[in-house]
Structure formats: C-alpha cells, structure tokens
C-alpha cells in the first residue's frame, strides 16, 4: 500500500477489505451508497476503521472501469481508505493475511462461488457477505462469520442497493465494530472458529478426492 499510494494502515485498527474482479454485479461500491454515514464511519476515532478496494475490471468493462475510477474519487479524501492496482495472487495473499472482514456484496443470486472468501477465513479474515455463493454453506452469523440481510427480491434494483447498503453499515457499526473493540476475545475466537471450520470442507484436497471418488467410483 505504501508503494502504491503513500499510505501506511494501522495493523491494531480494523481493517475492511473489498477483494476479486470488479464486476457491476459484484458491487464494490455498495458500501459507500450512502456515502455521509461511510464517511462519518471512517472518520471516528474511539472505533476507527481502514477500508481497502483491490481489483482487476475486464478491459472493455467500461462499467466496472467507471465504478473503480468512482471508488478512487470519492476516497481520496480519507486517510483510512486505499484503492491498490495490480490485484495478481502476491497481492490477493497479502491482504487476506492482512485484513480483519472480507467484505462480499455480490447481487444475489448471481454468485456462482466466492473463493476468495475461503482462502480468506483460512488467514482469520471473517467473511461479511450477502448470503449467495458459498457462503450459505458456511457462515453462521456471529459464530464464524457476518451475513448481510437481504432485500426483497421483488424489488427494483436500486431499491435493493439502498436495503443491502444500510445492512453493510448496520452490521459494521452495530455489530463487528463493538465486538472487535470491546470483546477482542471474542473476536478472536470467532476468528479461529472460521480457520478452523473452513478447511475440512473448503480446501482443494477434499475437493480433488471428493471429484476423483464420484467420477470414477473409486
């Protein structure tokens, strides 16, 4: 990050971050829709939080081109806020070792999958994530991870972003940012629940045997 923008985080603050492909549908941007309670959130000193966007849009995504450039803009002006190019393995590695919540904002029900919320809880980086993907197949909310609630399907779109959006800064304000700060030890556990949890079913030796043992009856 330093490379990159100058910026050095603090490692004792909680640190939020926004990792994969930027794509319109997996939403970056959700959690700054409304952008006066963001800002107001990153600005606190008695429960700070640090905010990292890393991604890579397709070239001719000129959406997610637009999104990640709107990202830059309307971040620059927070020194707890860093949006870093050149997201490649080394740098997908780092900040899952890094990180405290990996936050996941896909517009349900397009997520196929979501690994890097896997590898994340490897490292005891807790998912905070709508529930798609596979995510239902492992987050319990506040027991090894944190779900987003969902809006009614039904909706128009912008009417879901607005739903989800507020869900992200409930979650974070009401929820993780007094238990990272006033309950370290349980966050702690719940962070070693998620690195506990995750492997037996989410790593790719089970995987390999699990395809090899259906597909050639073995």
């Excluded at 910026?7 to 930027?22: E, H, I, Q, S, Y």
């Excluded at 090894?144 to 969902?150: C, D, E, Q, T």
């Excluded at 992200?168 to 949890?197: C, F, G, H, S, W």
Aim: aromatic share 10%; charged share 25%; net charge negative.
């Amino acid at each position: 990050m330093a490379d990159q923008t100058g910026t050095l985080l603090d490692p004792n603050v909680l640190t939020v971050v926004w990792a994969r492909r930027f794509a319109g549908y997996k939403r970056a941007n959700l959690i700054l829709h409304h952008f006066e309670r963001f800002a107001q959130m990153v600005a606190k000193q008695d429960r700070p939080v640090q905010v990292i966007w890393a991604g890579k849009p397709y070239p001719k995504d000129y959406g997610a081109i637009g999104m990640f450039n709107d990202i830059i803009q309307r971040t620059k002006q927070f020194k707890s806020c860093v949006v870093l190019t050149g997201y490649e393995l080394g740098l997908s590695a780092l900040l899952k070792k890094g990180s405290d919540i990996w936050l996941n904002t896909p517009r349900f029900p397009r997520e196929a999958s979501g690994t890097s919320g896997m590898t994340a809880a490897m490292n005891a980086s807790l998912s905070l994530s709508i529930p798609d993907g596979w995510i239902p197949e492992f987050v319990r909310h506040g027991e090894n991870g944190f779900l987003l609630p969902l809006a009614n399907l039904n909706e128009p779109d912008h009417v879901k972003d607005d739903v989800e959006a507020r869900g992200v800064l409930d979650v974070l304000e009401n929820e993780i940012l007094p238990l990272y700060y006033d309950e370290p030890a349980k966050y702690l556990e719940i962070a070693k629940t998620a690195m506990r949890e995750v492997e037996p079913e989410f790593e790719s030796h089970r995987m390999a045997t699990e395809y090899y043992q259906e597909m050639y009856n073995a």
